[in-house]
């Protein structure tokens, strides 16, 4: 038995080389550069929550707030590149510097508001958890 997978796969039209050539440049970049500011990332929150602890503050909640900021910014972060190639696909480094800063910015507003929801959600969880 085999299994067929399929992909959707979008034509590119570049016009010139030169197009094809910073493309491919920028994606091998992107595959350097992105597990190291993911990594970066969890390192910064990870020290934050370490911080907390050390201060005697409730350090299970920063975590819980700090996973629900991740995964909030990475799930926006990885939706607006996903939508924004089919924009910027065709432009210049103009373009793909616009992409990039609006994915950014967009993760940075979904950090914010995930660690306000995962901080509301924990208050309901700890009081749900309390012994009756």
Do not use: C, H
């Amino acid at each position: 038995m085999y299994a067929v997978y399929s992909r959707n796969i979008k034509k590119l039209n570049l016009t010139r080389s030169i197009e094809a050539s910073t493309l491919g440049e920028f994606s091998k970049k992107a595959k350097i550069i992105a597990p190291g500011i993911i990594a970066l990332d969890l390192g910064v929150r990870a020290y934050d929550v370490n911080e907390v602890y050390e201060q005697g503050g409730d350090w299970e909640r920063a975590a819980f707030v700090e996973s629900a900021g991740f995964v909030g910014s990475a799930v926006t972060g990885i939706a607006a590149i996903n939508a924004g190639v089919a924009i910027f696909i065709a432009m210049t480094p103009v373009g793909w510097v616009a992409l990039i800063v609006t994915a950014a910015t967009l993760s940075l507003l979904a950090n914010n508001e995930s660690k306000k929801f995962g901080d509301k959600l924990y208050d309901k969880v700890e009081k749900f958890m309390e012994p009756k």
